[in-house]
C-alpha cells in the first residue's frame, strides 16, 4: 500500500504511531494529520508547500510536520526512499519542537533508528505491540538532536505576471538576471517588479534568486555527476568560492561535502 492510499490508515489509531517507508517519486496533494509526521528522505530531494511557501528537503536530512498542519508533499525521482513515522500527539505541550514545522540535518543514529522501523511498514504500532518503546525512545530523542533547521524556503504565488516572471528566472538561471533584465523582458520599471517580489513572495528580488540558485544547485549535486564547478557556473556564479560561500551560508555543507554525505 502506498502513502497515498495509506493516509485514512494514518489517523485511525491516535495513540499509535503509524509507519510508511515508500519508494516513490508523486505529489501527495493537500492533507493534513491528527499526528505529528516525522519523515527522513534518503538519497534525492522533497519538497513540502505550506501556505505558499516550498521549503526544500534535501538527502539525508529529515523534517517534521506538526499536528494539523496542511501541506503538499512532492518528492522526486531520485529520492530513493520516503521513510515517514506517524506518531501520538499526547505529549507534544512538553517540548516546542513538537509544534513547529522543521528540516534538520539527520544524524547516524537517528538514520539507523529510522531504518531499524521498516520492519513494521504499512502498520499502526500500539503500546499492545512488541518493541513500541523503541518508537517511543525515537520521538524523545527528536528535540536532542542538533537541531538548527535548514531554512531553504522558496515562495510561490498564484498571481499570473508573478508566475510568468518567476519562470523566466528559472529559464535563465545561469544568466545574468537582474531587475533591469526582467524591467525590458516584461516592459516594468525596475521598481514595480521590485515591489510585486515584496507583496507577491514577501521576499526580495536579491533573495529569491539567490535562493533559486540555491535549489537548482542541490538538485544538480543530487541528481547529476557534474563537477561543482560546472554547477556552480549552471545556476549563475562566476567563482567557485563565492557558490561555495552562498551554498554553506544556506546548508552548513560545502558543496563537495554535501555530495559525499
Partial sequence: MGLIA???????????????????????PLHSHTKGQLS??????????????TYVVPARHYFWIPQGMPHVLRIGRFATVLRSLYFYVRDDANDA???????????????????????????????????FEFLVALK????????????????????????????YIEQNIGEP???KTLSKKFNMSERSISRMFQSHL????LQYLKTLRMVKAIEMIL???????????????????????????F??????DFRKS
Fill in 177 to 179: 538576471v537582474s531587475l
Fill in 223 to 249: 541528481k547529476t555527476k557534474k563537477s561543482i564547478s560546472d554547477i556552480a557556473y549552471h545556476v549563475g556564479y562566476d567563482t567557485l568560492g563565492s557558490f561555495s560561500n552562498t551554498f554553506y551560508a
Fill in 97 to 131: 519542537f513538537y509544534g513547529t514545522l522543521g528540516i534538520y540535518p539527520a544524524s547516524e543514529l537517528l538514520i539507523q533508528m529510522i531504518n531499524y522501523t521498516e520492519r513494521w511498514d504499512g502498520r499502526n504500532i500500539s503500546d499492545k505491540d512488541d518493541n
Fill in 6 to 28: 495509506s493516509l485514512p490508515e494514518i489517523d485511525k489509531q491516535p495513540e499509535a504511531v503509524f509507519v510508511m517507508h515508500e519508494k516513490s517519486e508523486k505529489l501527495i
Fill in 140 to 167: 524523545n530523542i527528536l528535540p536532542r538532536q542538533n537541531n538548527t533547521s535548514l531554512p531553504i524556503i522558496l515562495p510561490i504565488t498564484d498571481d499570473e505576471r508573478m508566475a510568468k516572471i518567476i519562470k
Fill in 40 to 53: 527522513y528522505v534518503e538519497g534525492g530531494i522533497a519538497y513540502i508547500t505550506i501556505n505558499f511557501k
Fill in 251 to 256: 546548508t552548513q555543507s560545502r558543496p563537495s
Fill in 202 to 205: 514577501q521576499i526580495s528580488f
